[in-house]
């Protein structure tokens, strides 16, 4: 009789560990009991910072346009709510892009909605 080595559904969920741990260093990618600890470990915190990446992101944004908008001499909290009431839609990713790569843009902008 021979042995059941479990075929191909097994083998490919060995085979998408192995793939995930490349490029780990020592045993975790070499080791399986170490290499699939590391994985699961790496794929726990991969879902946990998919959420924080959008975090991070608005809140560099809410930096850089703070920073824009008081060279403009109004402060981030003011121009958004002048930016609201001048019904002005533009979000902050594209308010801060504004503010680096066209400065001259984003006042005019913050000239609009301090008038309104």
């Not at 879902?47 to 981030?76: C, P, Q, V």
């Amino acid at each position: 009789m021979a042995r059941a080595k479990r075929g191909f559904k097994a083998r490919r969920r060995r085979n998408r560990i192995r793939q995930a741990a490349k490029g780990y260093r020592g045993g975790r990618s070499k080791l399986w009991k170490a290499m699939v600890d590391a994985v699961h470990h790496a794929w726990r915190f991969a879902t946990a910072h998919r959420r924080k990446r959008k975090r991070d992101f608005r809140a560099l944004w809410i930096i850089r346009i703070n920073a824009a908008a008081r060279l403009n001499g109004i402060s981030y909290s003011k121009l958004q709510g002048a930016l609201k009431k001048a019904n002005i839609g533009l979000d902050r990713k594209i308010l801060a892009e504004l503010a680096i790569s066209d400065p001259a843009a984003f006042t005019k902008i913050v000239d609009q909605a301090r008038a309104a």
